[in-house]
């Protein structure tokens, strides 16, 4: 059985792969946190050059939501594999996902409710 810790960091490496392989950039920094059947993962960095670039040319809103719409996309076309990951970490099913970035900070935002708390060890302290 994995400790909480050990879980987050399953999840950072997972999620850190799934953006390196569809959206072509690893994030400059991850931490997920688990807080009973919520598990959230945030991300520092991902907004390509391109999708930074996209955001300063067009009218603000426009740009925002154009990369916010694309991003969400990329999110929902990859959830089934997105559940399955988490699941595989944690031995839970996945109830619901959520999803959200910042064009302004570079900031996104994952959140995963879980049907249940993930089990896990618990660490020793000294």
Request: proline share 3%.
């Amino acid at each position: 059985m994995k400790t909480q810790g050990e879980i987050e960091a399953a999840v950072c490496e997972g999620i850190t792969h799934f953006e390196q392989e569809y959206m072509g950039i690893g994030p400059k920094a991850i931490h997920a946190h688990l807080f009973g059947d919520l598990l959230l993962v945030r991300l520092h960095g991902v907004l390509t050059a391109a999708e930074q670039q996209l955001v300063k040319s067009l009218p603000a809103d426009k740009g925002r939501d154009l990369l916010k719409q694309v991003r969400t996309h990329m999110f929902e076309t990859a959830r089934p594999l997105m559940e399955t990951m988490i699941e595989q970490i944690t031995g839970v099913a996945t109830l619901s996902f959520h999803h959200d970035v910042s064009t302004t900070t570079g900031e996104e935002v994952v959140l995963f409710t879980l049907v249940k708390s993930p089990l896990f060890r618990e660490v020793k302290k000294r």
